[in-house]
């Protein structure tokens, strides 16, 4: 990047911040900090306070907008903490959202694992009548469509899986054609007798979306938010990395596993290494062809 890139980086963040907060604003550092494949995320430390930012080009400003809505859905609704949202903001090159500044750590001991094991049963103690969100969002860089529907394997075949497959197509996996119309056939034969219920979900919960504050208390972020089955969340969290075997044991406490939970976790997996496959491509086409081909053969 150009030095006059830099400069246009760090002028637009100084704006930004200012407009957010409705104060005066010097930025005196802009640190690169992890926070995942999609967007740039840097600590903003200024002469008042810090703030974690997400920065993107301007076409980022409807995905900023999505999380924010999605943030504010999860604060409060459980035990789990959300950093505050400070706003989103854009200009004709850039767009950014700018958070509380939250020093976390991993969720690693048993403790931790507890704590968000029965915070996240308390988020999805909140249910609704119906399956979906009252706005589009994103999973990554995918588009998700929330529109309401009334029945969850209705909801899965034509707002997650069907458009998940056509774009795995269309990005050259033509393997998973004739496997994934098989797939979106057979959804309503796994759901037979299963009192699904329309849950709150971070819908994006690996272990890079959570951590612990200092007084260990677990903290969530980066969601995809939405209504559907509390289990969808709970298979992401057993994916790339894991979670404590003291998160499940404390969230199976509150809330025992449904008759069908291994299939319907098979499932809820493959949906999530099918969208891998759509961002980041071939190295996880095995996997999710392995997934399918189970639940394509399973009774």
Sequence with gaps: MSDTQDRDRIAFVESAI????GAAFRLIDLQPVHGGSIHDCYRAHGDRDTYFIKLGGHTCNDMFAAEADGLDALRGASPLYVPELVGHRAD???ACLILEHVTLAPLQSAADGERAGEALAVLHADTSAQFGWHRSNFLGRTPLDNRWQAHWPQFLATARFA???AAAVAAGHVTLERKGRQLVERLPALFVDDATPASLLHGDLWHGNIGVRPDGTPTVFDPAVFRGDPEFDLAMTGLFGGFPSSFYA??????PPR???EIRDRLYRCYHLLNHVVLFGHAYLRETVRQIDWLLACR
């Design 92 to 94: 004709a090159t850039h």
């Design 163 to 165: 458009p998940l497959f």
């Design 259 to 261: 008759p069908g939970y």
């Design 250 to 255: 404390a969230y199976r406490r509150a809330r």
């Design 18 to 21: 200012r407009d957010a907060t």
